[in-house]
């Protein structure tokens, strides 16, 4: 069985840092592109970030780009997002997802993610 596992999130001010992390079980995420994807109150589930099954590629939304950072223990089979100068509009429920496609453009979309996480809060103060 396959399961994904967010940490990481709670309240913090704006200007502040947090790491999320995405444990996986059941699953070598050695074998899948991950994603971040964020959803706040009232507004659609959006891409955040993904990095490569082969980790030769990361990429990121416009509006988090130079901000954020998806990095990939294979090891520990572990996914992380570190989250630096956080502002309040990044609110949100946040989740990591596996998928096995292979194309970038996919990435972006979170109906090519087969396995998602339960989720985690980030509140950002202003």
């Known amino acids: 069985q396959v399961q994904l596992v967010e940490s990481g999130g709670g309240l913090v001010q704006a200007g502040g840092s947090l790491r999320l992390s995405c444990a996986a079980s059941?699953?070598?995420?050695?074998?899948?592109?991950v994603g971040w994807f964020r959803q706040a109150p009232g507004k659609e589930r959006e891409f955040v970030a993904a990095?490569?099954?082969?980790?030769?590629?990361?990429y990121y939304a416009d509006s988090v780009k130079g901000r954020f950072t998806i990095s990939r223990d294979s090891a520990k089979n572990m996914v992380y997002l570190q989250m630096n100068s956080l502002k309040a509009e990044d609110t949100a429920v946040y989740y990591c997802?596996?998928?096995?496609?292979?194309?970038?453009?996919?990435?972006?979309?979170?109906?090519?993610?087969?396995?998602w996480g339960q989720g985690t809060q980030v509140t950002v103060s202003s």
């Open positions: 997802a596996g998928s096995p496609a292979y194309s970038v453009r996919s990435y972006y979309s979170a109906s090519n993610y087969n396995y």
């Open positions: 059941g699953l070598s995420f050695s074998d899948y592109a």
């Open positions: 990095v490569r099954r082969s980790y030769s590629g990361t």
